[in-house]
């Protein structure tokens, strides 16, 4: 499939919307990396990196490394205007999760994925350390 779009001219919100399931495929990967074992042990290793209040510390650690171009993509996406959030989790953790989501997004359309893995190992390193 082509994406003829430039990534720049899609809504924060849409962008989240690919980033959402980008994100998901990277952390079932990173999961899956470390070893054979049940799928709802899978699952629930899974679950503390994609939630909103994780993804908003990815937020905050990724913003001091991203370029211009990339903090610019995350701060469109926490301030989109979404009439959803997630449940049990703050408006301000869900409005970064969904800037982190759109960068993951927009890295994606672009095609860039190397510049994904090196943000992803980020936001995991992120999370293991603290």
Do not use: W
Request: hydrophobic share 35%; proline share 2%.
């Amino acid at each position: 499939m082509q994406n003829k779009t430039d990534p720049k001219e899609y809504s924060p919100l849409a962008l989240a919307y690919m980033g959402d399931a980008v994100f998901d495929i990277y952390v079932r990967e990173f999961v899956l990396s470390k070893g054979n074992m049940p799928a709802n042990k899978l699952h629930q290793i899974a679950k503390s990196y994609v939630n909103a209040a994780s993804q908003a510390k990815m937020y905050i650690c990724l913003e001091q490394c991203v370029t211009e171009e990339e903090l610019s993509v995350l701060k469109r996406g926490r301030n989109a205007k979404s009439y959803t959030h997630a449940k049990n989790q703050s408006v301000t953790d869900y409005r970064h999760a969904t800037g982190l989501e759109a960068l993951f997004g927009y890295l994606f359309l672009k095609k860039d994925t190397k510049r994904i893995e090196e943000l992803f190992d980020i936001c995991i390193k992120c999370i293991d350390n603290k």
